[in-house]
């Protein structure tokens, strides 16, 4: 063939004809090995050389140098907690606390935080310390983006106006749900300090949360960027995941009110009989709408 334009492959995933120099399937989103063309003066004589390298090696050159992986702090916040719980279950022998509504009180406590924690970090954290590390490794990348501080700053107030409600929400929730699970045990050890000043720390940390989490959602970072992989989407510090125990993918589509945005959407499964539904809002830079259409291609590749 003479003609750069005549020039074509073949997907190495569906099969789908495309032109030599796609670095992506139009069909089916498959990372495709790019061809380099070089032609003569004379449009005649043609060199085909064929990249060797994971096109998946070229974005992750590109992410921020310091990224690391904050997953971890939260693992290690749940292995202190249970190491906690277990030094509270144990802290009558170790002091040598003889009232039986003490001894009942801080062993019952200790061990409940010791198991609840550990559980909770093999299960959660655990699986979103591995997902994370092997989208900073690059592994099954599917896009990388970047964003002015401009559109950034934009989406940012928008998203804010759009769920500072459900901030106030979550803080009323933790709190009555601690109420509830607390306040047998208060009433049946007959109004125990110890209980007390449990449940009061734990409405103290529910207040704390919501209050981080309300302030976060407010901060415009300089450098925004998003990484969106096969199992997770990393939005700057923030994970979403959708690989793991009691998770599911459900699908990626534009979102209904604003087709600059991307809404991923998952479930967290609690039982066979209780779910919720959540998505993460993917904003589409200037100039990427093309490889937005190729990102929901790829995602939604994985539910059929």
């Not at 198991?115 to 970090?121: A, K, N, R, S």
């Not at 049946?188 to 103290?204: D, E, R």
């Not at 919501?210 to 407010?218: D, L, N, P």
């Amino acid at each position: 063939m003479s003609k750069v334009e005549n020039q074509y492959k073949f997907c190495s995933s569906c099969g789908t004809k495309l032109s030599v120099k796609s670095k992506f399937c139009l069909s089916c989103g498959a990372a495709q090995k790019y061809m380099e063309i070089d032609m003569d003066t004379d449009g005649e004589k043609e060199d085909i050389k064929e990249e060797t390298g994971d096109s998946s090696n070229n974005i992750v050159s590109q992410f921020p140098l310091e990224m690391k992986n904050g997953q971890k702090r939260n693992l290690n916040i749940c292995y202190f907690l249970s190491l906690i719980g277990l030094l509270m279950a144990f802290s009558p022998k170790i002091f040598n606390i003889t009232s039986m509504d003490k001894r009942g009180a801080l062993t019952f406590l200790g061990g409940a935080i010791a198991i609840m924690t550990f559980v909770i970090g093999r299960l959660i954290f655990r699986a979103r310390v591995k997902v994370l590390q092997s989208i900073i490794e690059g592994e099954h990348i599917i896009a990388y983006w970047k964003y002015s501080k401009a559109e950034w700053k934009h989406h940012v107030k928008e998203k804010y106006e759009e769920t500072k409600g459900a901030y106030k929400g979550m803080f009323i929730f933790l709190m009555v749900l601690s109420t509830i699970i607390f306040l047998p045990f208060i009433i049946a050890s007959k109004g125990n300090p110890i209980m007390i000043m449990v449940l009061v720390a734990l409405l103290t940390a529910c207040g704390i949360a919501a209050m981080i989490s309300a302030a976060s959602s407010k901060k415009v970072v300089s450098n925004a960027f998003v990484i969106i992989s096969r199992d997770g989407v990393l939005i700057n510090n923030s994970l979403h995941l959708w690989k793991g125990f009691g998770l599911r993918f459900k699908g990626a589509e534009y979102c209904k009110e604003d087709s600059s945005i991307i809404l991923i959407n998952y479930e967290v499964l609690y039982n066979r009989y209780a779910q919720r539904n959540q998505a993460a809002a993917v904003l589409i830079p200037k100039g990427k709408e093309q490889e937005a259409e190729r990102v929901i291609k790829a995602l939604n590749k994985e539910i059929h």
